[in-house]
């Protein structure tokens, strides 16, 4: 019983620390207004860090629980909510600075050709490359990023309040850092390329205070396969890339020639 009265009054703690965050932000602005030095660029930094303070929030939930965590990589490990949290968090901050969309990136990574490394090598060897893209990944991406072990060898990242020139200069950054996997294992020089598939969901923001449970998980699921359709065109362009979605490509069409090619291209 004491341990549940212990978990409310943290839960009300953070409630109060919430309001008191939102508070003093509108009162920044409000002081801004009256004394008639509002500018855009300052007024997007008070929202953004309004923003991050509410997606932190929801993200250290998160990471208290072990549970959500994959042990081999420390990275989270999937969840259908978190799209959801981080739309609840931007609708937080509508009231303070609209604009006319909110947009995230998602982007699918995947290891190419990993299950021929795992059956030549062994899977310990195959846990160094998770374990160290993992590392890059965390390493290069800002906090309030949701880095997510998909399965096997696929990882997600979610670039909240991210638009599509955002999520491309992200990837060109990690690509930097993702080309240097070399290793040599058991006398063996080897490469590991990575291919990577991108997309970006956009939202009017008033319908974004409308937005229901059902309809986050639905645009969740979309986004996820754009993303993943965006993913098999890389590895049908040759691997070790990542390609962007685009509505126009008939991505049937490409699974199908990637499984005809046994995923060889």
Do not use: C
């Amino acid at each position: 019983m004491g341990t549940r009265m212990g978990e409310k009054d943290d839960r009300d703690e953070k409630e109060r620390e919430l309001g008191s965050f939102d508070l003093n932000v509108i009162n920044i602005m409000t002081h801004l207004y009256r004394s008639g030095a509002v500018e855009d660029e300052v007024m997007e930094t008070l929202r953004m860090l309004n923003f991050e303070y509410h997606t932190l929030l929801d993200k250290n939930s998160i990471l208290e629980e072990k549970v959500n965590i994959d042990w081999k990589t420390n990275l989270l490990k999937y969840r259908d909510d978190y799209f959801t949290m981080i739309i609840k968090s931007a609708s937080r901050t509508l009231d303070i600075v609209p604009n006319d969309k909110y947009k995230i990136t998602y982007i699918r990574f995947d290891i190419d050709n990993f299950s021929l490394l795992n059956n030549r090598f062994g899977h310990d060897k195959g846990d160094i490359v998770l374990v160290d893209l993992a590392e890059i990944l965390k390493a290069h991406s800002r906090p309030t990023d949701y880095l997510i072990r998909f399965g096997g060898e696929e990882f997600d990242v979610i670039l909240p309040s991210t638009d599509l020139k955002g999520g491309v200069t992200y990837l060109d950054k990690m690509y930097r850092y993702i080309r240097n996997l070399k290793y040599n294992f058991d006398n063996t020089d080897v490469v590991v390329t990575v291919s990577a598939g991108i997309a970006v969901f956009s939202m009017d923001l008033n319908r974004l205070k409308r937005i229901n449970l059902d309809s986050t998980k639905d645009e969740y699921l979309k986004l996820q396969k754009a993303a993943d359709d965006a993913l098999y065109d890389a590895k049908l362009s040759g691997k070790n890339q990542y390609k962007i979605y685009n509505d126009k490509i008939d991505y049937k069409d490409v699974r199908e020639r990637y499984a005809a090619a046994g995923g060889r291209v």
